[in-house]
């Protein structure tokens, strides 16, 4: 009888969790629907720049940009530090979302470690830096006031200070890590270089052909440039890592939610079964009562 | 020349503003005012900041702009600014 007093109190929790699981589903539906469009239409912006970059950029030129330019490695004199900026999301359940980029971002810090250099590690969102603190790791910077709606602006303040650091030779190389926006399902973990930049090919060779007047030059203009791409970068890494978060934890909760289902259904039968159980069982007692009385 | 028109995209870092024909274009360049017209030669240059003022069959829409580039290729004209802001109709 305890016992199914006990089921019926399981049944009630998991229906009560599945309650919850099921809003957040719902929430992040609505709200990964607006994160998408913030991604979508940053992607005119992305591509102007990259055109014209590509356009401008030679080799030539290349070798005149410090932030086009790789600087020596340790070995020769160079930079030791080396920079790693890691999003990840303010809150949890998510499923391995935030583990994801955590993963992604030890990975590479290993890599630059174990080709000398000293990692700065930049942590923006609570998950990130929460758990680089927990290994006791010092963070160079972290914030976690940047929510659901990333601005151009968050970019430009993250990115600023690792610029001029790069430009003063401080700074080996800079990488960011975020989620990759391939669709609400596939939300991957990806490594971008941010600097030195690497320069994008012009999409096809006829576009190189335009004679530009180009006021006032071609190198104050990429110098003008750069800076708008590099933040642009972090920008969209913001954004696709928003959308991600949204996306990754309407997968979750939906598992969560069907998950619960089939455990409510195995319970609520277990708990009919065992009632069955009792009742046949107190039949069988009550007729074995009067045999023996009759007997 | 007259009934040619032009492509112009102005494009912020979130979205693009406006995208449409117009018959010219006036935009805020680092160093002064240009202006743009139908059959314009390649042409790239740095934005300062000011107001971009786009103009067609319509009317005339203005932007206030900052930072970033123009860029005319084949009478399109793509204005890629750090900021774009509000948009006024005028007459």
């Known amino acids: 009888m305890a016992k199914g007093r006990q089921l019926k109190g399981r049944i009630r929790s998991v229906r009560n969790t599945r309650k919850i699981t099921r809003t957040m589903e719902l929430v992040s539906t609505s709200k990964l629907k607006r994160a998408q469009d913030r991604v979508v239409s940053a992607r005119p912006y992305a591509e102007a720049l990259r055109d014209v970059i590509g356009d401008l950029v030679t080799p030539e030129l290349a070798e005149r940009f410090p932030l086009l330019r790789a600087p020596r490695g340790p070995a020769e004199g160079g930079p030791r530090r080396a920079a790693v900026v890691l999003v990840t999301s303010n809150r949890g359940l998510a499923g391995a ?199 | 020349m007259a009934d040619r028109t032009m492509r112009v995209t102005v494009i912020s870092p979130e979205a693009a503003m406006y995208d449409g024909d117009a018959d010219s274009v006036v935009a805020p360049a680092f160093d002064g005012d240009v202006g743009i017209l139908p059959g314009h030669a390649p042409f790239m240059t740095l934005l300062g900041h000011g107001i971009l003022t786009v103009r067609g069959g319509s009317g005339a829409r203005t932007f206030r702009v900052r930072g970033g580039f123009l860029q005319v290729v084949d009478d399109r004209v793509r204005v890629v600014a750090e900021s774009v802001q509000g948009e006024s109709h005028a007459a």
Do not use: C
């Not at chain 1, 929460?130 to 990115?159: C, M, N, W």
């Not at chain 1, 609400?184 to 270089?193: D, E, K, N």
């Not at chain 1, 576009?207 to 800076?227: F, N």
């Not at chain 1, 708008?228 to 996306?247: D, F, P, S």
């Open chain 1, 97 to 295: 979302f935030n583990a994801n980029l955590i993963k992604e971002a030890r990975r590479r810090i290993e890599t630059l470690e174990a080709a000398g250099y000293q990692v700065d590690l930049h942590a923006v969102g609570k998950k990130g830096g929460g758990f680089f603190r927990y290994l006791g790791r010092k963070l160079a910077s972290e914030r976690q006031d940047i929510g659901d709606r990333p601005t151009p602006e968050h970019a430009r303040e993250i990115v600023a200070p690792l610029i001029a650091a790069y430009e003063a030779g401080e700074l080996a190389s800079v990488d960011l890590v975020h989620a990759h926006f391939q669709s609400a399902l596939q939300t991957p973990p990806v490594t971008v270089r941010l600097l030195p930049v690497e320069t994008p090919t012009p999409r096809s060779a006829q576009r190189r052909q335009h004679d530009y007047i180009i006021a006032p030059s071609a190198d104050a203009i990429l110098e003008g440039l750069l800076p708008l791409y590099i933040r642009n970068a972090v920008y969209r890494g913001l954004v696709e890592t928003a959308a991600g978060e949204h996306g990754a934890r309407r997968t979750a909760m939906k598992n969560a939610t069907d998950n619960a289902g089939d455990l409510i259904d195995i319970l609520t039968r277990t708990y009919n079964r065992q009632r069955q159980a009792q009742i046949t069982q107190e039949i069988a007692e009550i007729v074995g009562g009067a045999a023996a009385l009759q007997g």
